[in-house]
């Protein structure tokens, strides 16, 4: 069965760092591509960023441009994201995504607050 699980979320200041990972497994993870969403409260879920499969070509929401870093490690079959400069207005529940199809994690809160 096709498993993603998140991990890194929490409670950082603004304007801190927070990295993310999304363990892919019962699948071929590098023949994926793969995205970032996120869902805040009372929100459907928002698409926040996305790598090809050799990872060589990302995409991002504008909201997170410069800030956010998304990556994997085909080896460990692992996507990450990265977050710099965190704003309050990104807080909420962080998933991975299988692209292409409607394979979800279960998703990590990360809360940005002072």
């Known amino acids: 069965q096709v498993q993603l699980v998140e991990s890194g979320g929490g409670l950082v200041q603004p304007g801190g760092t927070l990295t993310l990972s999304c363990a892919a497994s019962?699948?071929?993870?590098?023949?994926?591509?793969m995205s970032w969403y996120r869902q805040a409260p009372g929100r459907g879920r928002d698409f926040v960023a996305t790598?090809?499969?050799?990872?060589?070509?990302?995409s991002y929401v504008d909201s997170v441009k410069g800030r956010f870093t998304i990556s994997r490690d085909n080896a460990k079959n692992t996507l990450y994201l990265q977050m710099n400069s965190l704003k309050p207005e990104d807080t909420a529940v962080y998933l991975c995504?299988?692209?292409?199809?409607?394979?979800w994690g279960r998703g990590t809160q990360v809360n940005v607050s002072s």
């Open positions: 019962g699948f071929s993870f590098t023949n994926y591509p």
């Open positions: 790598i090809n499969q050799g990872g060589d070509f990302t």
């Open positions: 995504r299988r692209a292409g199809t409607d394979s």
